[in-house]
């Protein structure tokens, strides 16, 4: 299994970058798809899911209403839309996908596969 995440840059405070994460070696349609984040000297943290089947979205207070996640199941393929970025929200993103978890299944440790991560740098 593969993930590929990419799409990070470096972008001003109130821009926007769209995240892409390309899966292979897996029944895609079978995996709730998630990202998370993580920046120095801070512990992985949540930023949204996307479920397996009924393709329900939840999101972390911190980025809802300024992020979106979706999925192309024919193409195995996630993006994360990120818009009116603010300077925390750098860090290093990664995409993860969990094998039909529940819809709302915020914690890493439930994730098998992950992403090499894909860097996000705002500047204020």
């Known amino acids: 299994v593969q993930l590929q995440a990419s799409g990070g840059g470096l972008v001003q405070a109130g821009g926007s970058l769209r995240l892409s994460c390309a899966a292979s070696?897996?029944?895609?349609?079978?995996?709730?798809m998630g990202w998370f984040r993580q920046a120095p000297g801070k512990e992985r943290e949540f930023v949204a899911r996307?479920?397996?089947?009924?393709?329900?979205?939840v999101y972390a207070d911190s980025v809802k209403g300024r992020f979106t996640i979706s999925r192309e199941n024919a193409k195995n393929m996630i993006y994360l839309q990120m818009n009116s970025l603010k300077p925390e929200d750098t860090a290093i993103y990664y995409c993860a996908a969990d094998y039909r978890g529940t819809y709302n299944n915020r914690r890493p440790h439930n994730y098998e596969y992950w992403g090499q991560g894909t860097q996000v740098t705002v500047s204020s």
């Open positions: 996307i479920g397996w089947s009924s393709g329900i979205a």
């Open positions: 070696g897996l029944t895609f349609s079978n995996y709730g």
